[in-house]
């Protein structure tokens, strides 16, 4: 496991129950930086999702990738925060060969969301690896 993986998972441990780790999730997407609107558009929306999603993946330092994630539902700027928090400081090649799905069953994500929010989360993901596979080609 990584760093930021370890670190999460000792945050949900911390909490007693999946409601207060829905809180805390909730809370990890209020402090997500909000998307300038020139990225909300059709072109950076994520297909699958049934919220409103958008990603911006550009060229950053060192071959890590600069990254911005929105959505218009809290819950799902919660994941979103969750995934980018995984791959911070990766290489494009590190986050394309990223196993989220790994990740998120061991935070026990995939178990407590509904099958719309995992179709969602999946579509985040795969997108997401794809851009970054896009910048380390």
């Not at 007693?16 to 558009?41: C, F, N, V």
């Not at 979103?80 to 986050?95: P, T």
Request: one cysteine or more.
């Amino acid at each position: 496991m990584t760093t930021a993986l370890n670190d999460l998972k000792d945050e949900f441990d911390f909490l007693d129950s999946w409601e207060e780790r829905y809180a805390h999730i909730i809370a990890m997407g209020k402090s997500l930086p909000p998307l300038p609107e020139t990225y909300q558009t059709e072109a950076y929306r994520v297909k699958g999702c049934m919220s409103q999603v958008w990603l911006v993946v550009k060229p950053g330092a060192d071959n890590r990738p600069a990254i911005q994630a929105d959505s218009d539902a809290f819950i799902v700027r919660g994941l979103i925060a969750i995934a980018l928090r995984l791959v911070d400081n990766l290489s494009a090649q590190e986050i394309a060969a990223y196993d989220f799905q790994s990740a998120f069953q061991a935070l026990d994500l995939t178990q407590h969301l509904s099958s719309q929010r995992n179709n969602g989360l999946v579509a985040l993901t795969e997108r997401l690896k794809a851009e970054a596979q896009a910048l380390a080609a």
